[in-house]
């Protein structure tokens, strides 16, 4: 299980205005390790924490959906008749999945092209827990959002990835997305997600964890 905190100084040359912004601080999930004290340089200055989490940012299709022939026309037969509470994933790829994130304490967040579909974020989701998928494995925002219309899935995803609560991530998707290497693992449409490409990603998030000192 990976646990990531990450810890920061927050300085302002008004004490009242620092006083000001600290709720909205504690609001997205910081937590406060001092009072208000004055720093080495003269700075009102507060030390708060926030637990991190390494996101997964993954994709249905080609990675938790193979290119199987039955299983995708049976798939599109029911998305055609709107029965989306019949859509099957792969057990052979949700699986491993699962294991890992109960492994790694890592989460997903679903940035499928199924969200510019019919299917609403609800039924996204309920198709993950229909198939074990538990709330712990979700992030807070367990459907990546849009940035806007005109927004591409690497906006969406980047838009997400530089919350203050995310130490690390990855992107699993069966295309070569304009994401860099570092945070990219293309799945093998054919075979869906495989252990390897797990083992891949538990390589990666492992790197990245860093403390910073931040100045407002």
Not at 11 to 18: A, C, M, P, Q, V
Not at 41 to 47: A, K, R, T, V
Request: proline share 2%; hydrophobic share 40%; net charge negative.
């Amino acid at each position: 299980m990976i646990n990531i905190y990450e810890y920061k100084t927050f300085t302002h040359l008004s004490k009242k205005r620092l006083e000001h912004l600290i709720p909205g601080l504690l609001s997205k999930g910081w937590y406060q390790d001092s009072s208000i004290y004055i720093d080495d340089f003269g700075f009102f200055s507060i030390d708060l924490h926030i637990e991190q989490k390494c996101v997964l940012f993954i994709d249905i299709e080609g990675v938790l959906i193979p290119n199987n022939e039955s299983l995708r026309h049976y798939n599109f037969q029911q998305y055609n008749e709107r029965k989306f509470d019949a859509i099957k994933l792969d057990k052979r790829c949700v699986q491993p999945l699962i294991q890992f994130l109960d492994h790694t304490g890592a989460v997903i967040t679903v940035h499928s092209r199924w969200r510019h579909t019919l299917m609403t974020f609800d039924d996204i989701k309920s198709l993950f827990t229909r198939h074990g998928f538990l709330d712990k494995h979700f992030y807070k925002q367990a459907i990546c959002k849009f940035r806007g219309i005109s927004s591409s899935v690497e906006e969406d995803i980047f838009a997400t990835a530089i919350k203050p609560d995310i130490s690390n991530w990855v992107v699993l998707d069966d295309r070569m997305l304009s994401i860099p290497a570092e945070h990219l693992i293309q799945v093998n449409e054919n075979t869906g997600l495989l252990n390897d490409d797990l083992r891949r990603v538990e390589s990666l998030l492992l790197d990245g964890i860093t403390e910073h000192y931040c100045r407002l």
